[in-house]
């Protein structure tokens, strides 16, 4: 029995050593296999328009070792986005001993050339176990693209039936591709009713933006110039505003109306209607979910040229001038006071155009004094058509009597639009003042004859009845005046001294609790530098996830001592969103938004683990947070 427990686990032992050598075998076989791999380049399309944005990839996959980051030369190019990302990556074994099975990397980037022509893209290049491994190439044909060439793409109906414009909306107009120049994911459009006009004129200005998908709002960063012209908007600028479809060739957009505006021009002359710049994030919600690569694309609109003529000739000599139409009438609350009353003309004025600017007629009159006017005036917009009334009051003071004539009020009027010279009216007012005129009584002289010389004195009895004669009243008083007291300026000096003593211990504690709060700003600062130097440690330890996490806490902690307000529970895209917001540089952000999301990444692949990898990202982590503590943000909105 002893024996055959002997024999069983000779057997047993005879098994496991055979199994082991066949696992050492079969490793040693794995590790001395020839490593091998391969890159592949694609692109969304072959054939693009100037200006169009595309997507290119480039995935190297690696057997037996680390597919290392794929190289591509687009200098003809410009990247607008790049994403890397390591989908697959499997290891054998344990510890040290662990052994690269297989993996992948891969380079996603959105691009649009720079120039017309025809370009070879590639190839795309990695290294493999110290080796590099190459794809092949693709051809790229670049043509012009519409409303570049001259050519502009014809605007289409979205939908058969269904026009592209309804009616009412503040969808743009059909016809001609003006005003822009086409690119294939994004563009903004100026739109003018007209290109000529006369000083005074209204021209109304649109801008548009057309884009096939938004990732997240647009932000405005330039708003256009109107040097020489008065600006009157025609939309609540604070309002979201709503898309419509509109075909451009064969390529539908959404359309969104930005900003409409009414300009009147104040001079002769070529006046310039600047351009609009704005970020246009391409793209939509899901893409950020799933991780594709988002484009913010620099998106500027075509300053338009106005040619401003002169007005005609037919004008009243010496009369104002107003451009539109009028309408004015004038009243009176009196038609007759007596001298030194007041009186109140007002005179009400109506119409279309720049009615505010129109001037105030002078009244002088000999004999009439004359307040300065109070002016109301409202600025109103009828079929997008400005216009207003304006009111002025004048109060009149007669300084003497007799009939004053106020008026006629007349302006020449210029209709645009009939190209006729009219004139307005508000007839001649009567202003009749009775009395006596209004002066200052003259001092009486004393040598004048027709003065009496004395006032005859009363009878003895009723002098004795109204006892002694003052010359002056006065108060008699039971006690001394407050002010004679000797504590009165005592009291009188206790309450500024109090609102002394009130401000000193308001500024004491403001001080110090500014000292508090910039004390713990500084030992926070220290705090996240310090967390780079945790950094620079953990690479001699070669702790990578220590290493990475290092790096993003102290870009987190110097942005929230900047920003005033905690960061962790931001997405990355919200994160860059409210640097943006609050006056950070978008390029600034972006590089914010990369470096964090490039370091949560990294710390789970085993290329973030290479030591030449840490040192390069703990650099660029040490520029940024120097450029993070120059910055000063702006206020953030309640």
Same mark, same amino acid.
């Given at each position: 029995?002893?024996?055959?427990?002997?024999?069983?686990?000779?057997?047993?032992?005879?098994? &496991?050593?055979?199994?082991?050598?066949?696992? &050492?075998?079969?490793?040693?076989?794995?590790?001395?296999?020839? =490593?091998?791999?391969?890159?592949?380049?694609?692109?969304?399309? +072959?054939?693009?328009?100037?200006?169009?944005?595309?997507?290119?990839?480039?995935?190297?996959?690696?057997?037996?070792?680390?597919?290392?980051?794929?190289?591509?030369?687009?200098?003809?190019?410009?990247?607008?986005?790049?994403?890397?990302?390591?989908?697959?990556?499997?290891?054998?074994?344990?510890?040290?001993?662990?052994?690269?099975?297989?993996?992948?990397?891969?380079?996603?980037?959105?691009?649009?050339?720079?120039?017309?022509?025809?370009?070879?893209?590639?190839?795309?290049?990695?290294?493999?176990?110290?080796?590099?491994?190459?794809?092949?190439?693709?051809?790229?044909?670049?043509?012009?693209?519409?409303?570049?060439?001259?050519?502009?793409?014809?605007?289409?109906?979205?939908?058969?039936?269904?026009?592209?414009?309804?009616?009412?909306?503040?969808?743009?107009?059909?016809?001609?591709?003006?005003?822009?120049?086409?690119?294939?994911?994004?563009?903004?459009?100026?739109?003018?009713?007209?290109?000529?006009?006369?000083?005074?004129?209204?021209?109304?200005?649109?801008?548009?933006?057309?884009?096939?998908?938004?990732?997240?709002?647009?932000?405005?960063?330039?708003?256009?110039?109107?040097?020489?012209?008065?600006?009157?908007?025609?939309?609540?600028?604070?309002?979201?505003?709503?898309?419509?479809? =509109?075909?451009?060739?064969?390529?539908?957009?959404?359309?969104?109306?930005?900003?409409?505006?009414?300009?009147?021009?104040?001079?002769?002359?070529?006046?310039?209607?600047?351009?609009?710049?704005?970020?246009?994030?391409?793209?939509?919600?899901?893409?950020?979910?799933?991780?594709?690569?988002?484009?913010?694309?620099?998106?500027?609109?075509?300053?338009?040229?106005?040619?401003?003529?002169?007005?005609?000739?037919?004008?009243?000599?010496?009369?104002?001038?107003?451009?539109?139409?009028?309408?004015?009438?004038?009243?009176?609350?009196?038609?007759?006071?007596?001298?030194?009353?007041?009186?109140?003309?007002?005179?009400?004025?109506?119409?279309?155009?720049?009615?505010?600017?129109?001037?105030?007629?002078?009244?002088?009159?000999?004999?009439?004094?004359?307040?300065?006017?109070?002016?109301?005036?409202?600025?109103?917009?009828?079929?997008?058509?400005?216009?207003?009334?304006?009111?002025?009051?004048?109060?009149?003071?007669?300084?003497?009597?007799?009939?004053?004539?106020?008026?006629?009020?007349?302006?020449?009027?210029?209709?645009?639009?009939?190209?006729?010279?009219?004139?307005?009216?508000?007839?001649?007012?009567?202003?009749?003042?009775?009395?006596?005129?209004?002066?200052?009584?003259?001092?009486?002289?004393?040598?004048?004859?027709?003065?009496?010389?004395?006032?005859?004195?009363?009878?003895?009895?009723?002098?004795?009845?109204?006892?002694?004669?003052?010359?002056?009243?006065?108060?008699?008083?039971?006690?001394?005046?407050?002010?004679? +007291?000797?504590?009165?300026?005592?009291?009188?000096?206790?309450?500024?001294?109090?609102?002394?003593?009130?401000?000193?211990?308001?500024?004491?504690?403001?001080?110090?609790?500014?000292?508090?709060? @910039?004390?713990?700003?500084?030992?926070?600062?220290?705090?996240?530098?310090?967390?780079?130097?945790?950094?620079?440690?953990?690479?001699?330890?070669?702790?990578?996830?220590?290493?990475?996490?290092?790096?993003?806490?102290?870009?987190?902690?110097?942005?929230?001592?900047?920003?005033?307000?905690?960061?962790?529970?931001?997405?990355? @895209?919200?994160?860059?969103?409210?640097?943006?917001?609050?006056?950070?540089?978008?390029?600034?952000?972006?590089?914010?938004?990369?470096?964090?999301?490039?370091?949560?990444?990294?710390?789970?692949?085993?290329?973030?683990?290479?030591?030449?990898?840490?040192?390069?990202?703990?650099?660029?982590?040490?520029?940024?947070?120097?450029?993070?503590?120059?910055?000063?943000?702006?206020?953030?909105?309640?």
């Amino acid at each position: 029995m002893n024996v055959s427990r002997a024999a069983h686990r000779a057997s047993h032992a005879t098994i &496991v050593a055979v199994l082991s050598c066949a696992l &050492v075998s079969w490793l040693t076989a794995s590790s001395a296999r020839a =490593q091998s791999g391969e890159c592949r380049l694609a692109a969304e399309t +072959t054939s693009v328009v100037l200006g169009q944005v595309f997507r290119l990839e480039a995935t190297c996959h690696a057997q037996g070792a680390e597919a290392g980051m794929p190289e591509l030369d687009l200098s003809d190019f410009e990247v607008m986005s790049r994403q890397v990302s390591r989908p697959m990556q499997f290891t054998f074994g344990m510890g040290g001993q662990q052994q690269i099975v297989e993996s992948t990397t891969r380079l996603a980037l959105l691009v649009r050339a720079r120039r017309e022509g025809r370009f070879e893209v590639g190839p795309a290049s990695a290294v493999v176990g110290g080796a590099r491994i190459s794809s092949g190439t693709i051809t790229i044909s670049v043509g012009g693209g519409a409303g570049t060439s001259g050519q502009p793409a014809p605007l289409t109906n979205p939908g058969a039936g269904q026009p592209s414009t309804p009616p009412g909306s503040n969808g743009p107009p059909s016809g001609p591709l003006d005003g822009a120049i086409y690119d294939d994911q994004a563009f903004l459009r100026t739109v003018v009713d007209r290109h000529e006009a006369v000083v005074g004129q209204q021209i109304t200005v649109t801008f548009y933006l057309y884009v096939r998908s938004l990732a997240t709002q647009p932000q405005i960063t330039q708003q256009p110039s109107t040097d020489g012209f008065w600006v009157h908007d025609l939309l609540d600028r604070n309002a979201p505003p709503d898309a419509v479809m =509109q075909r451009v060739g064969s390529t539908s957009f959404r359309v969104y109306t930005l900003r409409r505006f009414a300009a009147f021009p104040l001079r002769e002359g070529e006046l310039t209607i600047g351009a609009m710049e704005m970020h246009v994030p391409i793209g939509n919600p899901l893409d950020m979910i799933f991780g594709a690569p988002q484009a913010d694309l620099v998106r500027s609109s075509v300053p338009v040229q106005v040619t401003v003529r002169p007005l005609p000739a037919g004008a009243a000599a010496g009369m104002p001038v107003h451009v539109g139409a009028l309408s004015v009438e004038s009243s009176l609350d009196r038609a007759q006071v007596p001298t030194g009353d007041a009186v109140t003309l007002d005179l009400h004025m109506t119409g279309r155009g720049q009615v505010d600017a129109i001037s105030t007629p002078a009244i002088r009159i000999d004999g009439l004094r004359v307040l300065q006017p109070e002016i109301d005036q409202r600025t109103s917009v009828t079929g997008e058509r400005v216009g207003g009334d304006r009111g002025v009051r004048w109060l009149l003071v007669p300084e003497r009597p007799g009939t004053y004539t106020l008026g006629p009020f007349r302006w020449a009027v210029f209709d645009p639009e009939a190209q006729q010279w009219s004139t307005v009216e508000a007839p001649a007012l009567t202003l009749v003042a009775a009395g006596n005129a209004t002066q200052v009584p003259a001092t009486s002289d004393p040598s004048d004859p027709s003065e009496p010389d004395a006032i005859d004195a009363p009878d003895a009895d009723e002098a004795a009845s109204f006892g002694p004669v003052r010359t002056s009243s006065a108060f008699a008083r039971r006690s001394a005046r407050l002010a004679t +007291t000797p504590f009165f300026a005592v009291g009188l000096g206790l309450g500024p001294l109090a609102l002394l003593v009130t401000g000193l211990v308001f500024l004491a504690r403001r001080r110090r609790a500014a000292n508090v709060e @910039a004390g713990a700003a500084d030992r926070a600062t220290r705090e996240s530098r310090r967390k780079l130097d945790d950094a620079e440690r953990a690479i001699g330890a070669k702790d990578t996830r220590a290493f990475y996490a290092a790096v993003m806490q102290s870009l987190k902690q110097i942005l929230e001592v900047r920003l005033g307000r905690a960061v962790g529970s931001l997405t990355h @895209a919200e994160l860059k969103r409210v640097l943006v917001d609050r006056g950070m540089h978008a390029a600034l952000a972006l590089r914010v938004k990369d470096e964090l999301e490039g370091a949560e990444m990294a710390r789970f692949s085993a290329a973030g683990g290479e030591e030449k990898e840490m040192r390069s990202t703990l650099e660029r982590a040490r520029v940024l947070f120097t450029e993070l503590q120059r910055f000063t943000p702006t206020a953030e909105d309640e």
